[in-house]
Nanobody, 115 residues
Framework: QVRLVESGGGLVQAGGSLRLSCAAS????????MGWYRQAPGNQRELVAT???????NYADSVKGRFTINRGTAQNTVYLEMNSLKPEDTAIYYC?????????WGQGTQVTVSS
């Protein structure tokens, strides 16, 4: 089993910044991708940013130029640097890991951006 633990969410004013962290532990063998998704009330969960473990990244159009996903120096960690935050970025952010075609999710961390 794989465990994902997120941290770094909180309340921030519009225009501010936050950094989310996700640490993976457990039966880690060969990660395909790690990334972040989010879900706002009444909406479906949507992709924010993902990273292939070789380094290739993918971003939602709504966050391009504002958010950056990168790997941490600690093993099996990924960060999401969020700048120029907007009220519409308010959501629960979930860490995601894909390994051998199996998907794992974290418990989520709340990000609230006030106007």
């Amino acid at each position: 089993q794989v465990r994902l633990v997120e941290s770094g969410g909180g309340l921030v004013q519009a225009g501010g910044s936050l950094r989310l962290s996700c640490a993976a532990s457990g039966s880690i063998r060969a990660i395909n991708t790690m990334g972040w998704y989010r879900q706002a009330p009444g909406n479906q969960r949507e992709l924010v940013a993902t990273m292939q473990w070789g380094g290739r990244t993918n971003y939602a159009d709504s966050v391009k130029g504002r958010f950056t996903i990168n790997r941490g120096t600690a093993q099996n960690t990924v960060y999401l640097e969020m700048n120029s935050l907007k009220p519409e970025d308010t959501a629960i952010y979930y860490c995601n890991l894909v390994q051998s075609a199996v998907t794992f999710w974290g418990q989520g961390t709340q990000v609230t951006v006030s106007s």
